[in-house]
């Protein structure tokens, strides 16, 4: 009987506790490596700013297996209140409705001041429904960049190409002369595809890029996005261009090693470049476009992911959640975030917060995201919506693959491409209904 | 002759609930998952779903990549099966004559056993890097450009190569316990009937493996469609790319990477009846054939 009372004394202690304790949260993230740490950081200044909740970070592994840890978690009821979704995945977790709370919802009825202007141009739809609500927080925003090696483009006596027939006249052959492969990319699917297609104001996909409906068909087989593989194939004969398979470091290490010149990667990609002893000076600008397509070249939109408010929890935990996304968005996060990994910025409070602490004066090339992302924008520069996008890029990289291997045409390759993608986003329109 | 049985009928059900108990969590209520998807088009989340019959089938007939890994797969398979039987028979024929040293020999051979696919692959990928690996050069040096994750040939024979590397000491080990196994009697009355070494090995020691060769035939075939997974998730660094994969590797690229369920539950189907008809044909046809002592 004793012992009885004893563990209902110690039961009573222990609800007790839990209902004065913090309302805890957890957060799936797929930030490895440094971006890793500076995620915990920035949760740990969360938990430290205030006493009333805790937020508990779990990395889940790369972009793919955070999605799909966070969807069976979802499924079997167990999932968390904040999920990290990248660019690719956007489609799933909207398309899901009921699987997230809007992030603009949420944070407008836990109070917290919300405007979509707030945030820097570039960023702001992409995780955005068709009205323009905003559905994910856009946590991690990056877009690709042109990194080039100073030192090398000094040798050849050249500046850093503005267009695409600067590069293939001018840049490239005085880059071979003084003993470089040129260019080098680590994502054709993001860099040459999808903002290829920001980059010139043209259309990626039907419905508006396919925010407007589930009846999606994708316009990759265009004659723009043809002569751009016909001149990698080009140039890659001629030795100016090479391309070393679909992972991203294979492509960012000969940049790094200093045999290639010039490297598209992401603005993200700035922090772990700068903390490395290249052993050359590296700057960075904005990516080339094609006079030939457009003589008015138009923003990038950005890659990395957004954070998803989960459905399914209680009031407190929701707010909770809000509490913290407010936190994310505040310069002082936004600034911080920025300086750690070299992601955007994003808001303009936080980049105006950057440029008076001087931050850009000592590390240009740090600010070469953001003012791509702050271009001119166009109807075809907020993103793009499109279900099964993970396969659709599986389907680009395996055939541009080929035709950097010499295994298939160019007009093979995108007829392909085009056949199997409108049938991946026809299936995924169905798994909708 | 009395039959020797349990008394009780309900004893041999107890005790064989377990592991039957296992067999129905594990294979027969995710099997029956899976065909059931497999009819389906199911929203990732579980909220919406399309009834589409055998259409996720006939999507795949028609699918000239999915045709493509189903070539790739089978090819793969038989190279992988052949050469790390072949090369883990002739080691243990040879190590079986040492007798100095047999032991470090022999554990020289085992131990690349103890390691895990996924780190085979992680050794593929050093061995073959673009720039230093030491295989690398090797091919460098006879005038091959190798570049895995870029050309598909050169990333399917580093696929090839670990995966039978990785499996040969498991075949060593049986085979070499299989040789040591045959009497000596047999042995020695064969030496006087035939001088020749090679002869003796067909006509006596082979036939004698064939029990052990059979059995490692099947667990090898098994190996290699679906064991070799993280050998290969590790030699594409995890973007399938325009590289080489088997069909396992399409389950889980599909199903797991791009969130299609009901596709890649139709994939896993027609997995499922391939290995039920080729373990029905090995047992069938192969077995008649192999005399067990």
Sequence with gaps: MQILKAVAAFGFALAASQTTAQTEITFWHAMGGELGESTNQIAENFNASQNDYRVVPVFKGTYEEALTAGIAAFRAGEQPNI??????GAATVIGAKGATVPVQDLLESNGVDFNIEDYISGVRYFFADSDGKMIGMPFNSSSPIMYYNADALEAAGVTPPETWEEF???????????????????????????????????????????????????????DALKAHFTALTDW???????????????????????????????????????????????????????????????????????????????????????AFFDFLTKPETQYLWHRETGYVPITTAAYELAKADGYYEEAPAAEVGIQQLSLPAGENTAGYRMGFYVQIRDVMNREYGRILTGETSVEDAFANIEKEANDLLSRFARTQG | MKRAGFVNRWLPMLLLAPQLVIIAIFFYWPAAHA???????????????????????????????????????VLFTCLVTFFSLALALLLAVKADKVIRGARTYR????????????????????????????????FEYFGHDMTLGVNYNDTAFAMVLV?????????????????????KSIREAALIDNRSASGRFWDVTFPLLAPTGFFLLIINITYALFDTFGVIDTLVKGEPGNNPMTLVYKVYVDGFRGNDLGGSSAQSVILMVLVLILTVVQFRLVERRIHYT
């Design chain 2, 107 to 138: 554990t020289l051979i085992m131990w690349v056993y103890a390691v895990a696919p996924p780190v085979a692959g992680f050794i593929g990928v050093i061995m073959f890097n673009q720039s230093w690996g030491p295989l690398t050069r090797v």
């Design chain 1, 168 to 222: 293939q006249s001018v840049t490239a052959p005085a880059l071979k002369e003084a003993g470089y492969t040129a260019l080098a990319q680590s994502h054709l699917p993001w860099i040459f595809t999808e903002n290829f297609m920001s980059r010139h104001n043209l259309p990626f996909a039907t419905n508006n890029n396919g925010y407007d409906g589930l009846d999606t068909q994708i316009l990759v087989n265009n």
């Design chain 1, 236 to 322: 890659q004969e001629k030795g100016y261009f090479e391309w070393f398979g679909t992972g991203w470091g294979d492509n960012q290490t000969p940049f790094e090693e200093g045999k290639v010149a010039i490297w598209l990667g992401s603005s993200g990609s700035f922090g772990g470049l700068a903390a490395k002893d290249l052993g050359f000076e590296f700057s960075a600008t904005n990516l080339p476009y094609w006079e030939t397509v457009t003589t008015e070249p138009t923003q990038t939109f950005i890659g990395g992911a957004a954070l998803f408010a989960m459905s399914g929890k209680s009031d407190e935990e929701n707010a909770a959640t809000a």
């Design chain 1, 83 to 88: 999920l990290q979704v990248f660019d690719a």
């Design chain 2, 163 to 183: 995966s039978i590397w990785k499996q040969v000491p498991v075949n060593f080990i049986f085979f070499l316990s299989g040789l040591q196994s045959i009497p």
């Design chain 2, 35 to 73: 065909l059931h998807s497999s009819f389906f088009l199911q929203d990732p989340f579980g909220f919406g779903s399309t009834f589409v019959g055998w259409e996720n089938y006939t999507d795949l007939a028609g699918n000239s990549e999915y045709r493509r890994i189903a070539w790739f797969t």
